[in-house]
């Protein structure tokens, strides 16, 4: 089966507007700098690792440190929120556009994405709507009804034969958590901090990842909004509106930890603060609207950055 070359820009109109307001940088620090003056109030920084801090899009190596807040008087998120793919795990190329190509293969749709385009097609916010519009522009498979009605069903199905064999993927755990990602909830919890997942994924999808690779006694503890239960999905906000409305608190206080743009979009939109860890198929897009950019979270001896850091960014302290 001939793998489509395709180009977002011909399916979809819908892009991240960023705006350039000026980001966190750390990059123009020495190697033998221990601290921050002036820029983050009561901030350590705790050793060097591989984690690098940019201003929008990747830069050339730069000095590599550890993110740790120590003041007490600064406030704690009212609630932590994760994207799911691409943060918590990263999914996409060897987890879900897998589990899209073995459904086509299973319905006979001669249909392959490969790599790049699927890198392409995550552009768009949700796998039903990536389908349609892939569809849309390139032809749709002959078994495919010809009913508008009768292809949002076709769609639906396809997008259930492939949640059920990206979910046997993760229920054998083949695919790991990121680095970081249990101790900052584990951190979270300790504080009282509240901790959700906001995701464009199918809700049981989520689920799956949250209960077996974080664990049943974490996954009890965490608010998953995913798949339709809101209308529109990434970039637009309402699923981090709809969080910070659910969970009770206000948007202001919540920090986002996200690896795409369109991500990082929504949640700005939300008027919530964003941490962008960036992943396997995000690494060049552009993050000059983030908060703080990492290539991941971390944990000791190679963490990026903890909840009190995610406490320094609340009172502004982490500026250039």
Not at 71 to 83: G, I, K, N, R, V
Not at 119 to 146: C, D, Q, S, V
Not at 147 to 159: D, G, P, W
Not at 241 to 248: E, K, Q, Y
Request: hydrophobic share 40%; with cysteine.
């Amino acid at each position: 089966m001939a793998s489509i070359s395709l180009s977002l820009a011909t399916i979809s109109s819908s892009k991240a507007l960023l705006s350039h307001q000026k980001t966190s940088s750390i990059a123009s620090l020495k190697p033998h700098d221990k601290t921050l003056s002036h820029s983050i109030l009561g901030t350590s920084l705790i050793r060097p690792t591989t984690l690098t801090t940019t201003r929008g899009k990747a830069s050339s190596p730069t000095t590599k440190i550890t993110c740790s807040a120590s003041s007490s008087s600064s406030p704690l998120p009212s609630a932590l929120l994760f994207d799911c793919d691409g943060v918590l795990v990263d999914t996409e190329k060897d987890g879900h556009r897998i589990s899209f190509n073995d459904t086509f293969n299973e319905k006979g749709l001669g249909v392959t994405w490969d790599v790049d385009l699927y890198g392409e097609l995550l552009k768009i916010g949700g796998g039903k709507e990536r389908m349609t519009a892939y569809f849309n522009k390139t032809g749709w498979p002959e078994k495919a009804p010809k009913s508008e009605e009768e292809r949002k069903e076709f769609i639906a199905s396809l997008h259930k034969r492939k949640t059920e064999l990206f979910m046997a993927l993760i229920e054998k755990k083949l695919l790991p958590l990121r680095p970081g990602v249990a101790k900052l909830v584990d951190q979270a919890f300790a504080e009282g901090v509240k901790v959700a997942v906001c995701s464009t994924s199918n809700e049981k999808a989520v689920s799956a990842i949250v209960s077996f690779l974080l664990g049943p006694e974490r996954a009890e503890k965490i608010k998953i909004f995913a798949g339709d239960v809101v209308p529109r999905k990434k970039p637009d906000p309402a699923i981090y509106n709809l969080a910070a409305t659910t969970l009770g608190v206000d948007p202001s206080s919540c920090v986002v930890v996200e690896d795409s743009a369109i991500g990082l979009a929504a949640a700005k939109a939300a008027g919530m603060t964003c941490i962008v860890t960036k992943s396997g198929y995000t690494a060049d897009e552009d993050f000059l609207n983030a908060d703080a950019v990492f290539d991941c979270i971390g944990d000791p001896p190679e963490e990026r950055f903890d909840l009190a850091f995610c406490k320094s960014l609340l009172e502004k302290q982490y500026v250039s």
